[in-house]
C-alpha cells in the first residue's frame, strides 16, 4: 500500500457508522424541509382557502381514513380558521423539523417531530391511484425519523456534537417517560 493509500486506509478505519447517516438525515431533513417550503413558500396560494390550490381539500379526502384523528379533523374542517392555521403551522413545522435535521441541531428532538408527522398522516398514504407511491415515501419517513431519533444522528457532522460536548446528554423533561428521550 503507498502511503497515500495506507492514510486513506486510516482516516476510514476511524469513521463510524454515525457518519454514515448523514445521506440518511440529509434526505429526511429535506423532505419535511421541501414540503413545507412548496407550501409556505413557494406557493403561498396553497394556504389560501380562497384559492384553487389551497390544500384543505386534501383533508376532506383523508377524512374517511383519519381513523383515531377523525374528530379532531372533523373540527379543523368545520372550523375554516382553524382549518388554515392547522395547515399553516404544520407546514412551518415541517420547515422547522427539516431544516433541524438537516443542520443537525436538536436532531432527536425534531426527529420526533418528523415521526409524529409522518405517522399522523400515514393513513393518507393510502388514498387511491393518485397517491401510488406515497405510502413508500411515508414508510421511509417513518423508518429515516425513527433511525435518526435513536441514533442521535446529529451529533456527527450536526450542530448538536457541540451542544452534547458542552452540555451532555439532556433529556426531554425529568418525567419518567420523558426523560428517556433526549434532545440531542
Known amino acids: ?47 389560501d382557502p380562497n384559492s384553487a390550490s389551497f390544500v384543505g381539500g386534501k383533508l376532506v379526502n383523508f377524512l374517511p381514513h383519519a381513523g383515531p384523528f377523525k374528530g379532531l379533523l372533523l ?32 436532531t432527536r428532538l425534531a426527529a420526533l417531530g418528523a415521526l409524529a408527522m409522518s405517522v399522523g398522516f400515514a ?3 393510502w388514498l387511491g391511484s393518485t397517491c401510488e407511491d406515497e ?12 433511525t435518526l431519533m435513536l441514533t442521535a444522528a446529529g451529533r456527527v457532522w450536526g450542530l448538536d456534537y457541540f451542544l452534547y460536548k458542552k452540555l451532555g446528554d439532556r433529556p426531554i423533561a425529568n418525567v419518567p417517560i ?7
Open 123 to 125: 393513513p393518507a398514504y
Open 75 to 106: 373540527m379543523t374542517l368545520e372550523n375554516r380558521s382553524l382549518d388554515v392555521t392547522f395547515l399553516t403551522v404544520f407546514s412551518y413545522i415541517e420547515i422547522i423539523a427539516g431544516l433541524f435535521i438537516i443542520i443537525g441541531l436538536l
Open 1 to 47: 500500500m503507498s502511503g497515500k493509500q495506507s492514510e486513506e486506509f486510516k482516516r476510514t478505519e476511524k469513521m463510524t457508522r454515525m457518519e454514515y447517516l448523514f445521506p440518511v438525515r440529509f434526505a429526511v431533513g429535506w423532505m419535511f424541509l421541501d414540503g413545507g417550503l412548496r407550501k409556505a413558500v413557494l406557493k403561498p396560494a396553497k394556504l
Open 135 to 146: 405510502w413508500q415515501i411515508g414508510a421511509l419517513l417513518t423508518a429515516g425519523s425513527v
Open 178 to 184: 420523558l426523560k428517556w428521550i433526549k434532545l440531542w
